[in-house]
Nanobody
Framework: QVHVAESGGGLVQTGGSLRLSCSAS????????MAWHRQAPGKEREFVAS????????FYSASMKGRFTLSRDGTKNTFYLQMNTLKPEDTAVYYC????????WGQGTQVTVSS
């Protein structure tokens, strides 16, 4: 059974940093692409960033490019999203998504940026 779990969210001031982690079990980690999405209160879920299965291609939403960095650690079956220069508009629940193949989501982790 596939299990995806996010961690690392919390409360941070404007301009601060957080690192989110996404761990996965029940699958062959190295064969899965991975992405982060987020959903702010009252808004639709939106794409944040993605990384290919091999880790050689990354894509970022325009509003996050330059501030967020996505990486993966194959030894720990874990992905990371380093978020710098955070803004109040970054406040959202952040979700980890694995696949293709398949489509697996975590429960989300709350990020709150205070002004």
């Amino acid at each position: 059974q596939v299990h995806v779990a996010e961690s690392g969210g919390g409360l941070v001031q404007t301009g601060g940093s957080l690192r989110l982690s996404c761990s996965a079990s029940g699958l062959t980690y190295s064969t899965y692409a991975m992405a982060w999405h987020r959903q702010a209160p009252g808004k639709e879920r939106e794409f944040v960033a993605s990384i290919s299965a091999k880790g050689d291609n990354t894509f970022y939403s325009a509003s996050m490019k330059g501030r967020f960095t996505l990486s993966r650690d194959g030894t720990k079956n874990t992905f990371y999203l380093q978020m710098n220069t955070l803004k109040p508009e970054d406040t959202a629940v952040y979700y980890c998504r694995l696949g293709p193949p398949g489509d697996y989501w975590g429960q989300g982790t709350q990020v709150t940026v205070s002004s």
